[in-house]
Structures are given as C-alpha cells and as structure tokens.
C-alpha cells in the first residue's frame, strides 16, 4: 500500500510565504509524475504545478513566479515553496502521485492541508 502525506499548510497574511511538503511511502517501485492540486471553496479541483521524474516542470498561469515546485525522487518527497501568496491561493492542497508498485501502475493521493491567505 502507498501513502501520500502532506504537511506545512497555515494561516498566512498576503504577501507572505508557506512551503508545502508531501512524503510517499509504501512498496514503490518508482515514481513518475507528482502534482499539486488545490480545490477552494464552491470551485472544482485544479492543477497547481507538476514535476516528472525528469524535473520538468509546469504551472498554473495563476501562480507562475510565485511558486517553486521541487522533489527529491531518492526521498520520495515532493515540496511546493509559495511566495508572495495572495487571498485567492486559499485552498485545500492535494499531493498528487502515479506510482509504480511493480508492474502496477496507479494514482494516490494524499489527504489534503488547509492554505489560509488572510489578513
């Protein structure tokens, strides 16, 4: 069985920063893609930024030089840093994973943590 906990979620006033972490444990044979989702109240879950295996990277438009995606694939660790965060990045956040556990190759996801931007 795999698992994908994340951490580091808050209250943070706008302008400020927060780093978001997701650790993957479990029989994992390799890890592919890795993304981070965020669904805000009343709205349907969206793609945040995404990293393959390789290190290429994409973004929402609605965050691009603002947030730093990153992993460590001998750790098994993925880390979102947001800067400058605005009202309109509070969320719930979502780690994301396609992992292959042998010849299986499935979808996870982690539980979610709270990302308040507020005064």
């Known amino acids: 069985q795999v698992q994908l906990v994340e951490s580091g979620g808050g209250l943070v006033q706008p302008g400020g920063s927060l780093r978001l972490s997701c650790a993957a444990s479990?029989?994992?044979?390799?890890?592919?893609?890795m993304d981070w989702y965020r669904q805000a109240p009343g709205k349907e879950r969206e793609l945040v930024a995404s990293i393959t295996s390789g290190g290429v990277t994409i973004y929402a438009d609605s965050v691009k030089d603002r947030f730093t995606i990153s992993r460590d694939s001998a750790k098994n660790t993925m880390n979102l840093q947001m800067n400058n965060l605005e009202p309109e990045d509070t969320a719930i956040y979502y780690c994301h994973a396609n992992i292959d556990i042998s010849t299986r190759r499935d979808d996870y996801w982690g539980q979610g943590t709270q990302v308040t931007v507020s005064l």
């Open positions: 479990g029989s994992i044979s390799r890890i592919n893609v």
